[in-house]
């Protein structure tokens, strides 16, 4: 399965994840989550730590595909992600404006239909350096199950920590911490308390999640701390030795 690095319930693959997921057994992922290129490495600028910084990412994020090409790489990797989920399972997109709305249509297209749409508000987003549009300060994620199946909400468990009221599709969170980087940066990287929610949300103890975009490995962080089972897989080496040290150092 184009193994990298396991560690009894924590399992880091190698490769593109289309390749990858033809070896996952299907049918026995319960909760996926996915943070996919956004395609927005345009040579543009952006603040980081009050720092003017590139936008570009890395390669992967380049953007010279044309729409119709971006909708079908998203169907892609969406349609084998399909195939290892379970029937009661679902999957969770992040994205921004850049990517989202096509990230949607595919799912639907895929046989998916969305159940909620979560706005994460940042409490600390950068400031917009160009001045010519609004702040930059939320991003979406996309809550979706196969079309026609019942899925797993802990709903009970979501009202208790919000303060015994149903909980609303807008979340606040800050953005990732400094803590959460100490051995290495990866961009986009989510912060634990954004994956905490939604691995709480959806799944159970001894459950399967798998992220086909690995990244820092902040799911499988918050998974092995749940007491879930993690498959990540990732076309970055760098990133998946990234993710080894924070697992391996205990970072939470």
Request: with cysteine; hydrophobic share 35%.
């Amino acid at each position: 399965m184009y193994d990298y690095y396991k560690n009894k319930n924590f399992q880091l693959c190698l490769g593109d994840c289309v390749d990858v997921l033809k070896k996952i057994r299907e049918g026995s992922v319960k909760m996926i989550f996915a943070d996919p290129p956004y395609f927005l490495s345009n040579d543009g600028i952006t603040c980081n730590g009050g720092r003017m910084v590139s936008v570009n990412k890395g390669n992967w994020d380049k953007t010279t595909m044309t729409v119709k090409e971006k909708l079908k790489y998203n169907q892609r990797w969406i349609k084998s992600c399909k195939r290892v989920l379970s029937d009661d399972g679902t999957i969770w997109i992040s994205g921004t404006f850049h990517n989202i709305y096509i990230v949607g249509v595919a799912l639907e297209l895929e046989g998916f239909e969305i159940i909620n749409n979560i706005t994460w508000r940042k409490i600390n987003p950068p400031p917009h350096l160009a001045r010519k549009a609004f702040t930059h300060s939320t991003e979406t994620v996309l809550w979706a199950r196969k079309k026609g199946n019942r899925n797993y909400f802990n709903y009970e468990l979501m009202k208790t920590i919000n303060n015994n009221k149903q909980m609303k599709d807008v979340w606040d969170f800050g953005l990732t911490k400094p803590s959460e980087k100490r051995e290495g940066k990866v961009p986009t990287q989510k912060p634990i308390a954004l994956l905490e929610r939604i691995v709480l949300a959806s799944s159970k103890e001894g459950d399967l999640i798998l992220d086909p975009f690995n990244g820092s490995g902040t799911t499988g962080i918050v998974a092995s701390k749940l007491k879930r089972k993690y498959i990540g897989i990732d076309i970055e080496k760098e990133y998946l030795d990234l993710t080894i040290r924070r697992y391996e150092k205990g970072i939470k």
